[in-house]
């Protein structure tokens, strides 16, 4: 006997123009989301004037009614998605998100997931890669897809996925995802020297009480003899470079100090130069993270100024970009805006804008003396359209 006997009884009784309602009405109640969203997508063809027995096409739909299906079409789907992730069903739910480009509709349920479930040889692989793909790759949770991985896949794949994303991330989500790193691998090194300071003969106590990695690697200098390190020096590098993105305030922003402050400490030959101006690494990250922190800023600005002097010309860009992201962090607007107006104000794409810039630091006055050296009235009008009062340098050069 079929399991919708009744329901195939009931839509006999019904009259011909109630038969879909009815089905939708049982549907509901049976918890048959798939089955409900074809039956949904029949009811809004029926309502549009276009009867049919094919449900997820346009087949039949007037033209100038595609927009109004359209729409039908989204709401069974957010209802459908809704109706498996209340339940559990986060797979199926993923597909019908994923299909009308809505994964964010799972943010909710991603947040009620419990990281530890994925701790151990007895966690859930198929679901832990289901709720990482969302989470992570989808850009619907990449804290929690961060987290996901570090508990189901180790530091390795973890940073090496965030490096792959990172340019996907807005800004507060890498402020985000730089913490939880930085918070993990931090512990992991604290937990791995504090584990070799307890193994060797005059190792010595460990502070209690005190998750610091400073008191474990003062006045052992053994520690780091012999090209010794107790992480992964490309993740460490990684973390480090991504931790740019903390503020002072934030928790984790003196674990990323005390990560650099180690790197600096590590053999030369393990420590990897970067870009510019970061090319002398860990030195380099503790000056642009001492000035965030109030500390030395004169003198961070001087040494950035020389990197930016010093790169070739194809990291002379960046090595700009990098130094107008310090003075505005800083609260130096208008020596960044002018600092950006002489490097960087052609620069509409790779992550900075010259134009959003002057708007965002109320600097419209330059983006509009930049448009005249520029010979470009279209962005001088834009710029003086934009500023309810513009200035008297703008108006007069001529």
Not at 208 to 234: C, I, K
Request: charged share 30%; glycine share 6%; proline share 6%.
């Amino acid at each position: 006997m079929s399991d919708h006997a009744a329901l195939f009884d009931a839509l006999a009784d019904a009259p011909p123009d109630r038969v879909l309602d009815e089905l939708v009405t049982r549907l509901r109640d049976a918890d048959e989301p798939d089955l409900l969203f074809d039956a949904l997508l029949l009811q809004a063809k029926r309502d549009l004037g276009a009867p049919s027995v094919r449900a997820s096409t346009f087949d039949g739909v007037p033209e100038e009614r595609s927009e109004e299906f359209e729409k039908a079409y989204l709401a069974a789907a957010r209802e459908v998605v809704g109706r498996h992730a209340d339940v559990g069903r986060l797979d199926r739910a993923y597909d019908y998100a994923r299909t009308i480009g809505e994964p964010e509709l799972l943010r909710p349920y991603l947040d009620e997931v419990d990281t530890n479930d994925f701790v151990g040889p007895d966690a859930d692989e198929e679901r832990l890669e289901l709720l990482t793909a969302i989470a992570l790759q989808e850009g619907v949770h990449p804290e929690l897809g961060v987290k996901l991985m570090l508990a189901g896949r180790g530091t390795c794949n973890t940073v090496t996925s965030v490096d792959t994303l990172w340019n996907r991330f807005k800004s507060d989500e890498r402020a985000d995802v730089a913490a939880v790193l930085a918070e993990h691998l931090h512990a992991e090194l604290r937990a791995n020297v504090a584990a070799e300071i307890t193994a060797h003969p005059s190792g010595g106590e460990i502070p209690e009480g005190n998750e610091s990695l400073r008191p474990l690697l003062a006045g052992r200098p053994w520690l780091m003899a012999d090209m010794s390190y107790h992480t992964d020096v490309s993740h460490l590098q990684a973390v480090v470079r991504n931790g740019r993105e903390l503020e002072p305030k934030h928790p984790s922003f003196e674990n990323v100090v005390e990560l650099a402050e180690y790197g600096a400490k590590l053999d030369p030959t393990l420590q990897y130069p970067g870009r510019a101006p970061f090319t002398d690494f860990y030195p380099s990250h503790l000056r642009y993270l001492a000035a965030l922190a109030g500390r030395g800023r004169d003198e961070a600005f001087r040494y950035f100024e020389k990197q930016l002097e010093a790169a070739d010309a194809n990291d002379r860009p960046l090595a700009a970009m990098e130094l107008v992201a310090l003075l505005r962090r800083c609260g130096e607007t208008d020596r960044a805006v002018e600092l950006a107006r002489k490097e960087l104000r052609d620069m509409e794409d790779s992550g900075f804008s010259f134009a959003s810039l002057c708007r965002d630091c109320d600097r419209l006055d330059a983006l509009a003396d930049a448009a005249k050296e520029a010979d470009d009235p279209v962005r001088y009008a834009a710029a003086l359209a934009l500023s309810s009062k513009p200035s008297d340098k703008s108006s007069s050069e001529g």
